[in-house]
C-alpha cells in the first residue's frame, strides 16, 4: 500500500473524528441581531436615494415635476421607517424620558469698558485704537 494513501485517510479519519467531538458549549456565540438592523438599512438607503434625486435633478436629469414626486414618496416612506424605529423602541421601553428642562444660565455682566478695551471682546490695548486688534470690532476712541 501506498504511504501517502495511508496518511491522507489517518489525517481524513483525524478531521471527521474532530468534527464529531465539537460540543456546542465550545462554539461561540453569535453575535445578537439589532431589531433595528433593518430599519438602519432601509433608511442609509433612502438618504441615498434622496442624495441620488437631488443630483439627478441638479444636472436637469428630472423635471421639477418629477424631482417633487419622487422626493416625497421618499420623505413618506423614510417616514414610516421612522415611526416603525419609535415603535419599536417603545416597545422595548428604550424611550427617552423627557429630560427635565435646564435653566439657563444668567449671562455674565459684561466688565466696565477700561481705557483702550475693546467693548465686545475686552482685549486692552496700550494706545487708542480705531478697531480691536483681537475681534476687529470697532472700538470706542477714548481721549
Known amino acids: ?11 481524513g479519519a483525524g478531521m471527521i ?9 465550545d462554539l461561540p456565540k453569535p453575535t445578537p441581531v439589532s431589531p433595528f438592523r433593518h430599519l438602519d438599512e432601509r433608511k442609509a438607503s433612502i438618504y441615498e436615494n434622496l442624495r441620488d434625486l437631488q443630483f439627478e435633478y441638479r444636472v436637469d436629469k428630472l423635471s421639477d415635476e418629477d424631482y417633487q414626486s419622487s ?3 421618499l420623505q413618506k416612506e423614510l417616514a414610516r421607517v421612522l415611526e416603525e424605529t419609535d415603535r419599536i423602541k417603545a416597545e ?5 424620558a423627557s429630560k ?3 435653566a439657563p444660565k444668567p449671562e455674565p455682566k459684561a466688565p466696565e469698558p477700561k481705557k483702550n478695551s475693546c467693548p465686545s471682546c475686552g482685549a486692552t490695548f496700550e494706545k ?8 476687529g470690532k470697532p472700538m470706542e476712541v477714548t481721549q
Open 17 to 25: 473524528g474532530f468534527l464529531l467531538l465539537i460540543r456546542m458549549k
Open 92 to 96: 422595548m421601553g428604550l424611550t427617552t
Open 1 to 11: 500500500m501506498d504511504p501517502s494513501l495511508i496518511v491522507g485517510a489517518v489525517m
Open 100 to 102: 427635565p428642562a435646564v
Open 128 to 135: 487708542a485704537l480705531k478697531f480691536c486688534g483681537e475681534c
Open 71 to 73: 422626493k416625497l414618496q
